[in-house]
């Protein structure tokens, strides 16, 4: 089982930053691939970006350029670093952990997670 606890949600401008963190915690030796996902009411689920093996990340075309993502190896804490946000970044956010033992090519595929937080709102003011 691995526990996962979002922070860092809140109310910006358009235009502005908001950093997300994510905290791991439980069998985190259980898998390498760790991603932020993003959801708004009435819309599917999206991917937005992911880290595996060997610090590789991956991004969706949607916040590429605008979201750094990067992970603290020892603490288990992945933060997402969310810069010029617009409304159409208004979400609920999730973390999400894929156990899969063995290598991990960051994947934006959420079926593939096994475990997710209960997520962080982001809200983007025009």
């Known amino acids: 089982q691995v526990h996962l606890v979002e922070s860092g949600g809140g109310s910006v401008q358009a235009g502005g930053s908001l950093r997300l963190s994510c905290a791991a915690s439980?069998?985190?030796?259980?898998?390498?691939?760790m991603g932020w996902f993003r959801q708004v009411a009435g819309k599917e689920r999206e991917g937005i970006a992911s880290t595996g093996n060997y610090g590789r990340i991956r991004y969706s075309d949607s916040v590429k350029g605008r979201f750094t993502l990067s992970k603290d190896s020892v603490t288990d804490t992945l933060n997402l670093q969310m810069n010029n946000l617009t409304a159409e970044d208004n979400a609920m956010y999730y973390c999400?952990?894929?156990?899969?033992?063995?290598?991990?090519?960051?994947?934006?595929?959420?079926?593939?997670?096994?475990?997710w937080g209960q997520g962080t709102r982001v809200t983007v003011a025009s």
């Open positions: 999400a952990w894929d156990g899969t033992r063995g290598y991990c090519e960051p994947h934006l595929d959420g079926s593939r997670y096994d475990y």
């Open positions: 439980g069998d985190t030796d259980s898998g390498y691939c």
